[in-house]
């Protein structure tokens, strides 16, 4: 069966800190990957997805960057934190086949900026 | 307006109760339908995928109105332990990477 790994589970930062957040899947190949972020009490926000190596999309502009250096890591990082960036991120894959296939999420790290 | 509207809550129903939350999308071009279980400070869980006939998993069933633009989840016989926020998602494109998260139902199930 498929698994995905988010580490860590929490992470405390100062503003203007680097961050780099990772995510792995196993039991599955070429997954679709995406990062995700909640603010508290509100909805999830897509930041980026990916369908394959080296391919990312980014949904929404702003100081986080992803990458996906190996077919089931995905990876997602900032040179500057902003004390905006506090959240809960979560990363999630689907199989490949279109829309019909439901996303499944990792534990999810909580970042708080200081 | 948001592309996946829910009632925000909270409802607050006692063990054994039927409740229905609804969901509206606006985007026509939706193809996909889930609903996500998401408890206080975890990750969301999918509950189920939403079918055009409607489909039913042991206390729950879900439909979808595809003229109306409306999907809904039923829960009978409500348990303590299904006190949770419910998402209602919407997919769309290829790949589903047009996913749109409703904001969420909170539950409190009462004993």
């Known amino acids: 069966s498929q698994t995905i790994h988010q580490w860590p589970a929490t992470l405390v930062q100062p503003v203007g800190s680097p961050l780099s957040l990772e995510c792995t899947v196993e039991g599955t190949s070429n997954p679709n990957l995406y990062w995700y972020r909640q603010a508290a009490g509100r909805g999830l926000q897509l930041l980026f997805y990916s369908v394959g190596i080296g391919q990312i999309s980014s949904e929404v502009p702003q100081n986080l960057s992803a990458s996906r250096p190996q077919d089931r890591q995905f990876i997602l990082s900032s040179k500057k934190l902003l004390l905006s960036d506090s959240g809960f991120y979560l990363c999630?894959?689907?199989?490949?086949?279109?829309?019909?296939?439901?996303?499944?999420f990792g534990d999810g790290t909580r970042l708080s900026i200081l | 307006r948001k592309e996946v509207e829910q009632d925000p809550g909270p409802f607050n129903v006692p063990e054994g109760a039927t409740v229905a939350f609804n969901c509206t999308y606006s985007n026509s071009a939706s193809q996909s339908f889930f609903w996500y279980r998401q408890d206080c400070r975890k990750e969301p869980k999918l509950l189920m995928s939403v079918y055009s006939s409607g489909n039913e998993d042991g206390r729950f069933t879900a439909q979808l109105n595809r003229a109306s633009q409306y999907i809904s989840l039923l829960i009978r016989d409500s348990k303590l332990s299904d006190s949770a926020t419910y998402l209602c998602?919407?997919?769309?494109?290829?790949?589903?990477?047009?996913?749109?998260f409703g904001a969420g139902t909170r539950l409190f199930v009462k004993a």
């Open positions: 999630a894959w689907s199989l490949r086949g279109g829309v019909r296939q439901p996303q499944h």
């Open positions: 998602v919407v997919s769309r494109g290829t790949g589903g990477f047009k996913t749109i």
